[in-house]
């Protein structure tokens, strides 16, 4: 946005600052000893969470990457030292780093622990931006001991490409005279959002490039990918229009989810119901929790091969049940599943979520008294486990816990919500 602001025009910018190599970074900083090292933050290899989440930057000339499997950055980089990650202490610099922006601008929007959007408003001009970027770069670097990357923009799109382009500790400008220039021949790829298939997509219609993309027709773009497409081609051309929020905002919930990494690869559908039944109990309380019920369901299958693929649907009448919602998730997991593929990790999330206040919807067959039945019965259950633990109350089929947590799965019974069909399909 321009402003005219004592005979000058002025106007809006917006930074992304990126930590770099935080997890790593955060470390080392507070063990000196690590410095100039080899150094990853590592999950755990025995919960089958063990990729590395963060590398300095002298693993990563020996080809260590964000996530590799440990195995695969050990033999990359036989001298790398492997640390846990420590949560707490990276909410405690990401905290204190945002003390830092807090003194520049009220307007900041957080994009995980390690990245912020920041509004510079009603500025006389892009140096003055670029200026203030540097004195936050030098003081996050003198009062942290961390390095940040920050990107200066019209566009959160363009700011966030800016501070991938230099690293570590650097500033880059994307401005509108510039930036055809700097972001059009980049790949596709680059772009906020656009993901490896959406790139693969784009591919098969001779799209590369973000500029190639800002030059595609809108109207090729909306038949291919409907309404994400043409945001994506807004990105490319710098036209998203997006603001940055307010400190504290806190933006509607559209989603309620779970998930998690099996134990060991699973294939079968008693297996696939055990694990999503398990998590649905998860999604049940925080839909309580937060008021809503579910629309809709969506279901994440990632594959032993690390590949996954999302699926949703609508349910049959808005729900908080952990059995209609695990129900809808393996209906879709039956209507898309890749039979022999093995699986390694389940996610579930309720959609299209609504106030449970809402009136409901009567049938002659009985089924909106049967979903309120569940309904009461769901929400005693979890009154009882908040009150007495989350294990103090399971139902009979989940005892085992297999296979999210145990290397043992034990046939369980199937939903009496699928259909015949359904079950013809398992068999």
Not at 36 to 65: D, F, P
Not at 193 to 198: I, K, L, Q, W
Not at 235 to 248: K, M, P, Q, T, Y
Not at 369 to 379: I, P, Q, T, V
Request: charged fraction near 25%.
């Amino acid at each position: 946005m321009h402003y005219i602001k004592e005979g000058r025009a002025t106007a809006d910018y917006i930074l992304h600052s990126d930590l770099n190599c935080f997890y790593a970074a955060a470390e080392i900083n507070d063990r000196p000893s690590l410095k100039g090292k080899c150094v990853a933050v590592c999950g755990s290899t025995e919960n089958r969470h063990g990729i590395v989440l963060a590398k300095s930057y002298e693993a990563k000339k020996y080809g260590v990457k964000t996530g590799q499997a440990n195995w695969q950055a050990k033999q990359a980089c036989p001298q790398l030292i492997m640390i846990e990650p420590h949560y707490e202490k990276y909410l405690y610099y990401s905290r204190l780093v945002r003390s830092i922006y807090e003194r520049y601008s009220e307007y900041i929007e957080p994009f995980g622990m390690d990245e912020n959007w920041i509004l510079l408003p009603n500025l006389d001009g892009v140096e003055r931006a670029r200026r203030i970027a540097d004195e936050i770069r030098n003081t996050v670097r003198s009062e942290t001991g961390l390095t940040v990357s920050i990107g200066v923009s019209f566009s959160k799109i363009f700011a966030k490409l800016g501070s991938d382009m230099k690293k570590p500790d650097a500033v880059t400008v994307i401005s509108r005279e510039n930036y055809k220039s700097l972001v059009w021949p980049l790949p596709v790829g680059e772009l906020l959002y656009a993901g490896p298939r959406t790139t693969r997509k784009l591919g098969d219609m001779g799209i590369y490039t973000i500029g190639q993309l800002a030059a595609c027709p809108e109207s090729a773009i909306r038949e291919k990918f409907g309404k994400n497409g043409e945001m994506l081609r807004l990105f490319a051309r710098g036209e998203d229009g997006a603001s940055v929020a307010r400190l504290g905002y806190l933006s509607p919930i559209k989603s309620v989810g779970h998930g998690a990494t099996c134990a060991r690869d699973i294939q079968t559908p008693q297996e696939v119901w055990h694990v999503l039944y398990e998590l649905c109990q998860d999604v049940n309380h925080r839909l309580i929790r937060h008021g809503f019920l579910a629309g809709g369901v969506s279901l994440y299958i990632r594959y032993s091969d690390l590949e996954g693929f999302l699926f949703q649907s609508p349910l049959s009448r808005p729900t908080r049940c952990a059995l209609e919602i695990a129900s809808g998730a393996f209906g879709l997991y039956l209507q898309n599943r890749e039979k022999g593929r093995p699986i390694r990790a389940l996610s579930v999330s309720a959609i299209r979520l609504a106030g449970e206040n809402r009136p409901e919807q009567t049938d002659l067959f009985g089924e909106a008294e049967r979903s309120l039945r569940l309904r009461a019965l769901g929400d005693a259950v979890d009154a009882l486990r908040n009150r007495f633990g989350e294990r103090s109350l399971v139902a009979a089929s989940l005892l085992s816990r297999a296979p999210i947590a145990t290397d043992r799965c034990e046939t369980v019974p199937m939903p009496r919500a699928l259909t015949g069909a359904q079950k013809r399909r398992m068999k």
